[in-house]
């Protein structure tokens, strides 16, 4: 059963930093790209990054420069550092692996609110 348990969010003030985890277990982790992606109230989900299998890393626009996924294969776990938050960062996010052995499969989210 493929599964990703994700950690961390809460509350921040805006310039703060906070980081999520997502544990993956069910595959064989180190051989899987990995996304990260959010969800703000009222907006559709949009992508804030992604790791292919090696480590190579993207993000988009909005989050480049202060978002950073990292990935400890060795711990089935990728990582979404997030620094200089603003209050167009709060939404709910969610870890992904789109092509896992049981096809797309989501973390079950984790609420982040920038505010002061």
């Known amino acids: 059963q493929v599964q990703l348990v994700q950690s961390g969010g809460g509350l921040v003030q805006p310039g703060g930093s906070l980081r999520l985890s997502c544990v993956a277990s069910?595959?064989?982790?180190?051989?899987?790209?990995m996304t990260w992606h959010r969800q703000a109230p009222g907006k559709k989900r949009e992508l804030v990054g992604l790791s292919t299998d090696s480590g190579v890393t993207h993000y988009p626009e909005p989050v480049r420069g202060r978002f950073t996924i990292v990935r400890e294969d060795a711990k089935n776990t990728v990582y979404l550092q997030m620094n200089n938050l603003e209050s167009d960062d709060t939404a709910v996010y969610y870890c992904?692996?789109?092509?896992?052995?049981?096809?797309?499969?989501w973390g079950q989210g984790t609420q982040v609110t920038v505010s002061s």
């Open positions: 992904n692996v789109p092509h896992s052995p049981q096809g797309d499969v």
């Open positions: 069910g595959f064989i982790f180190s051989n899987y790209g």
